[in-house]
């Protein structure tokens, strides 16, 4: 942006200060995990807010040292526009780029208390054949859990909670109710949760082969 002529776009001094520039892994930098929400925060003031909320920023607050910070989703010095191709949160990209390494990690789903399955079991369900297949219109993991604003299902502010899903899928389903709302999303495409569709996939595997 800078190169585009935008005086207002972040420099170097913006995020690392000037006399006061210090290491990212130290505590008093401006880069540094636990102060990146408030650097960002300088200029994305709404969103620093918001994110400070979520159940991601939360974590941060209390010193968790994996929860991500803005720039583990946006890169630090090659942040693209979030509809480029390229970028880490494009809709093409977001759920395998972002969201996967953290919520497909079992170290961290024990650590945490969280499922490391998420990611498959989204991959096998319409919307992840959908953008696996090339979509860029189906819905991916922030379409329903949100981008800043992720919130425990629990909490009756979150997009997942059970009295806000129709609103949720009717973001892309106009006129989703309730029951349509109680369809799965995370789909375990195993015998035991599954066994129709587990079985239409093998057989459909196998006629293929």
Known sequence: ALHAGDVKSAACADCHGSHEMAKGIEPDSRAHRQHISGTCGACHDKIAKVYDQSVHGAAVSQGSVESPVCTDCHGEHAIKKADAPDSPVA???????????????????????????????????????????GSVSAANCASCHGSHEILPSTDSLSTIHPTNLAKTCGECHAGATAAFATGKVHLEMTEKEEPLLYWIATIYTLLIV
């Open 91 to 133: 809709p093409e990209n977001v759920s395998a780029e972002v969201c996967s390494p953290c919520h497909s990690s079992v170290r961290l789903a024990t650590k945490y208390g969280i499922r490391s399955d998420r990611f498959k079991t989204f991959s096998d369900s319409f919307h992840g054949l959908a953008i696996r297949g």
